[in-house]
């Protein structure tokens, strides 16, 4: 039986102004966990130096992780989750929208030692 | 271009009152973190009810976070970096022995859109 759902987003093709913007990289993340209908523990974004935006969301037996490369138009999201799949999948694109993703590769993993990947 | 190493870890076999210990589970965390030569930019521990712990630590540019399930002496842990590959997998490796784990799954990838997983 699986721990749980992990679903890990890269983007490209997203602004620069967008994936440097701490405050907006915050409210996304925390959209993502809300249209979840999930409850944020704790929040920890650091803006990086010269850009760059590093962010976790810690959700109950759940996270949400941010890292962005805005001089490559990267960011990498780790999205996991013991609750609905349907509407974290649902969240994950959301998130690549409101990032200004041009493509995404998206993966899906079931977490645990005996659970299938 | 990887945007980093992600190596996720599965544990099982690994003792309740291990996993059930927000405090030895911090510092577990901590002390990978460490290890790697890297600073803890932000950490955060939930001990979850009625039994759990779920942590999160921001690394400049990386994470490590871990979600434990002690009724079946289990654990997830993922390990994000944008350091050096071989002090992140004896890292997890440590960690693993740490929480006294009988079996893992350990699996690496490269993050990214364009990055070979």
Known sequence: ???????????????FA???DAVL??????DAVRS?????LGIHIHRLSPQGVSGVVVISESH???????E?????????TCGDA????????ALATALGAER????????GVDGSR
């Open 1 to 15: 039986m699986s721990l749980g759902l992990h679903i890990l987003l890269d983007v490209a093709g997203a602004p």
């Open 18 to 20: 967008t994936l440097d």
């Open 25 to 30: 990289v915050e409210r996304v993340l925390v």
């Open 36 to 40: 979840m209908g999930a409850k944020v």
């Open 64 to 70: 949400l992780t941010i890292h962005t490369w805005p």
């Open 72 to 80: 490559r138009g990267e960011a990498a999201v780790d999205l996991f």
């Open 86 to 93: 349907g509407r974290a999948r649902t969240a994950v694109r």
């Open 104 to 111: 995404t590769r998206i993966e899906e993993k079931q977490r």
